[in-house]
């Protein structure tokens, strides 16, 4: 059976009024944009979404909005990683109750767990819901704490609905042992690079990313997808140069940079909250050059 997590994943951002409240009306222009121009499936809030940012209160009225607008289209994750455990647990339960396809999960944030730890954590968290799982491995916001090959396997063996993970080192090495432990016990293992870095790990198991730039441009997101899946590596090659060099535009005060290169694309969806500054005008003229020399303002849809 083969696994519904798939292809380069569109996470949104959460747009913002000028007081910084939750815009919801944009939030659901966000999520149609999405699902319009071939998003194999939605997950929200990851960090491009300014989850660290966000009350729980807010995160379960986008999770919900999320669910409503998506309705049934696509399949929508919600990320559920949160500073104290016991939200987490409360968050993938909401997930659960309001109807979501499956839920994220990074390893405890600030603290230095050991790997017993993450895994009583991630048993804890599997069992307390039906749905589908998908764990966060991302150690430079960890402090070097990871999921390793062998806690993998032990998860994968206990947990049935332990379905995939988000391998966001950027370590070839790493991905590929994590791809040789879970597709030897479970073939169908959902392997996602954590922004799309497709080409170094589609010949590794990979079947897809999660996108950091997708809110710019799908349709590279789509292209660079498509060339490496068909082996077409050259094409695929030309294709994640230039979508590393998006990477590097934008992770740059993330996610404020890409929120200033969705007012260039017609898409503005107001500030980033503090701390994190929002773009300056300075800032989206020299976005509005970049994305003109990389050809990516006509070849990309502009507005709603």
Sequence with gaps: MQNKFRGVMQSP??????DYSLDLPTFEKVLDFH??????????????????????PERKR??????????????VTIHVSALAVEDTMELAQHAQRIGANGILAITPYFWTPTR??????????????????LSYNSPSYLAGVE???????RLIERLPNFVG???ASFNSEKFLEISRVALSLRPNFALLTGVEFLLPSVPLGGVGSYSAAGSVCPNLCAALFEACMAG????????QYKMTRLWHLFKDQYPSSLKGGMVIMGRPVGPTRPPLPTATKERQVFIEKELADMGVLDSEPHGW
């Design 116 to 133: 017993e730890a993450i895994h009583d954590y991630f048993i804890r968290l599997c069992t307390s819901i039906d749905l589908p799982v």
């Design 62 to 75: 986008f999770a919900e909005a999320t669910v409503k607008v998506v309705a049934g289209r696509v399949p």
């Design 147 to 153: 999921i390793t090959g062998d806690l993998m396997s």
């Design 13 to 18: 951002i959460t747009p913002l009024k000028d």
């Design 232 to 239: 077409e590596w050259p094409r695929a090659r030309e294709l």
């Design 35 to 56: 699902v319009r121009t071939g998003a194999p499936a939605i997950s929200w809030p990851h960090h491009k979404g300014e989850s660290l940012s966000l009350t729980i």
């Design 165 to 167: 993970v988000k391998e």
